[in-house]
Nanobody, 118 residues
Framework: QVQLVESGGGLVQPGGSLRLSCAASGLIFNIYNMGWYRQAPGKQRELVESITSRGKINYTDSMKGRFNISRDNAKNTVYLQMNSLKTEDTAVYYC????????????WGQGTQVTVSS
């Protein structure tokens, strides 16, 4: 059974930092592309950043320079370092695992709330 468990969310003031973690189990982690998505109230889920099995990073322009995704294949964990947080970064952040080639398999975590507020 595949599980993606996010942690590290919480309340932070504007300008602050948080690091999200996503621990994966039940899959061969190092062959999966991993990603972080977010969904704010009333908005569609959007890609934050993703990282391929080989370490290539796909950035979203609006967050480039503030957010940084990384992975530790030895720990089956993907991270999202978020700096200079803004109120508009408030959302539920989801971890995603996706195979790069067929058969296409995709898994989601349960999400972790990030609230940026003074």
């Amino acid at each position: 059974q595949v599980q993606l468990v996010e942690s590290g969310g919480g309340l932070v003031q504007p300008g602050g930092s948080l690091r999200l973690s996503c621990a994966a189990s039940g899959l061969i982690f190092n062959i999966y592309n991993m990603g972080w998505y977010r969904q704010a109230p009333g908005k569609q889920r959007e890609l934050v950043e993703s990282i391929t099995s080989r370490g290539k990073i796909n950035y979203t322009d609006s967050m480039k320079g503030r957010f940084n995704i990384s992975r530790d294949n030895a720990k089956n964990t993907v991270y999202l370092q978020m700096n200079s947080l803004k109120t508009e970064d408030t959302a539920v952040y989801y971890c995603n695992a996706r195979t790069p080639n067929p058969p296409l398999l995709e898994y989601w975590g349960q999400g972790t709330q990030v609230t940026v507020s003074s």
